[in-house]
């Protein structure tokens, strides 16, 4: 089934969301730097209706606005409030991939009364100085335009290689537009460089996770060149009660592994206990 198409506004930019309808309660899910709201198609074809999920694309990406400043954690944990009042959601689970989920440690820490559970998809307080410089080389250094899709894919594939036919073809429908005759990117190259300056560090999201309050389960791809398994157990033993789950998997768990990790976010916050690895 395809998404519902939603739109908001927030002090002027507009805020697009994916809408699947589902059960109750409702997931929020917030995708990493440079990607889109339909990122989460494979995921959500797993739930398969049993969870109402929203998927904004994050401003700056996909087809939200690109404001030509206001990238700091704090607008992106503004725009996750706003979207959700607009869907008239009171308390979502929360899953957040890479910088979503970095976002996603200051909603659940300073909007308790929000988030009912949040599941971390392969991020956490510190990444792994490989997977950063990967991430700046991918945002930073890649061509603004293609000439065509065979062209993008032929990109895609030689940069992130190994993925199936499918999560290409979701690639280049929903992360490049049509702009002059040529493929251009969604998110802008701005925004991404903006949201690396302004990132918050390890510090302050060591403390997110100690002043927040609800059950988190943290989900770590054992291929992983961002969260280290040193970093994941460090998590789980700030308090009793967080779980790690480990996927064979490599940063893109909801691209490897859609199915596990849509039985660990159906089964968060509803009191069941997927398997986890300490």
């Known amino acids: ?122 991020v956490g307080p510190e990444n792994m100085r490989e997977g950063s410089e990967r991430a700046r080389r991918l945002t930073q250094e890649r061509p603004a335009s293609f000439a065509d899709r065979g062209e993008a894919l032929a990109y895609l594939r030689r940069t992130s290689p190994g993925y199936t036919d499918e999560v290409y073809a979701n690639r280049l429908d929903h992360a490049f537009r049509a702009e002059s005759g040529r493929l251009a990117w969604r998110s802008s190259p701005d925004a991404l460089a903006q949201i690396r300056a302004a990132r918050s560090g390890a510090a302050a999201r060591w403390q997110a996770l100690r002043d927040m309050t609800c059950p988190l389960v943290v989900v770590r791809g054992t291929r992983s060149k961002v969260l280290s398994a040193e970093t994941a157990q460090r998590m789980t033993a700030l308090r009793p009660g967080i779980r790690l789950i480990e996927l064979d998997a490599g940063h893109n768990v909801p691209l490897d592994r859609p199915r596990e990790l849509a039985e660990i976010a159906v089964t968060t916050g509803m009191g069941g206990a997927p398997g986890s690895r300490p």
């Open 1 to 122: 089934m395809s998404p519902a198409e939603r739109r908001t506004r927030r002090d002027g930019v507009e805020l697009v969301w994916w809408e699947w309808p589902g059960g109750e309660p409702p997931a929020l899910l917030m995708h990493g730097i440079a990607n889109y709201g339909r990122y989460w198609d494979l995921f959500a074809r797993e739930i398969g209706g049993r969870r109402r999920l929203i998927a904004p694309d994050a401003r700056g990406h996909g087809d939200s606005g690109k404001p030509p400043s206001g990238y700091e954690p704090e607008e992106f944990v503004a725009d996750a409030l706003a979207v959700l009042d607009a869907a008239d959601v009171d308390r979502a689970v929360v899953v957040g991939h890479s910088m979503g989920g970095a976002h996603a440690m200051h909603l659940a820490a300073q909007h308790p009364d929000r988030v009912r559970a949040l599941v971390l998809v392969d």
